[in-house]
T-cell receptor
Framework: NAGVTQTPKFQVLKTGQSMTLQCAQD?????MYWYRQDPGMGLRLIYY???????DKGEVPNGYNVSRLNKREFSLRLESAAPSQTSVYFC??????????FGPGTRLTVT | RKEVEQDPGPFNVPEGATVAFNCTYSNSASQSFFWYRQDCRKEPKLLMS???SGNEDGRFTAQLNRASQYISLLIRDSKLSDSATYLC???????????FGSGTKLNVKP
């Protein structure tokens, strides 16, 4: 089992460029999440999808959009990257209330 | 007030020591909690789930104090390999979201 996979692992963008972070899980989980992690800040929820076809804002949604493409895949898009979006991005999945499984993360730098 | 709060540390302890971390939560209706371990530049991984009063797994014990709204993680006989950041997590009321503490850093030294 691959669990949760994320692509790319690393990315450098210039201010104003756009990109999509991809996430897929093979555990048949209904719920999927996107977090960002900055030094000393812990994990902050950007968006989540409680089930296929639904998405909701988390704590820090500004500057991001998401798509729950199907039950397996949940993508995060930055339409116009800003230096404040330099961070490590983690995708996670779970069944309701149970343990979350995380992907290996995407390290994004915006210059 | 944050949903989940932790002492950031770092806790610097010698091998073999016993160390305890606390985590406070704000939602008195929360029924379950999690401790995750995160190594440097890696993804968080589940260490323990905490339901009802607590849980024990080898050298690790997690306890829940509902009256004071905190959970604790006790590590006995610390190993060098226990050095990591420990994240406390509480689900939202409807279990749709999870609230993470900012993490407690542990350094176990020889």
């Amino acid at each position: 089992n691959a669990g949760v996979t994320q692509t790319p692992k690393f990315q450098v963008l210039k201010t104003g460029q756009s990109m999509t972070l991809q996430c897929a899980q093979d555990m048949n989980h209904n719920s999927m999440y996107w977090y960002r992690q900055d030094p000393g800040m812990g994990l902050r929820l950007i968006y989540y999808s409680a089930s296929e076809g639904t998405t909701d804002k988390g704590e820090v949604p500004n500057g991001y959009n998401v798509s729950r493409l199907n039950k397996r895949e949940f993508s995060l898009r930055l339409e116009s990257a800003a230096p404040s979006q330099t961070s490590v991005y983690f995708c996670a999945s779970t069944e309701l209330g149970a343990e979350q499984y995380f992907g290996p993360g995407t390290r994004l730098t915006v210059t | 007030r944050k949903e989940v709060e932790q002492d950031p540390g770092p806790f610097n302890v010698p091998e073999g020591a016993t160390v305890a971390f606390n985590c406070t939560y704000s939602n008195s209706a929360s029924q379950s909690f999690f401790w995750y371990r995160q190594d440097c530049r890696k993804e968080p991984k589940l260490l323990m789930s905490v339901y009802s009063s607590g849980n024990e797994d080898g050298r690790f014990t997690a306890q829940l104090n509902r009256a004071s709204q905190y959970i604790s993680l006790l590590i006995r006989d610390s190993k060098l390999s226990d050095s990591a950041t420990y994240l406390c997590v509480a689900p939202s009321r409807n279990f749709n979201k999870f609230y993470f503490g900012s993490g407690t850093k542990l350094n176990v030294k020889p």
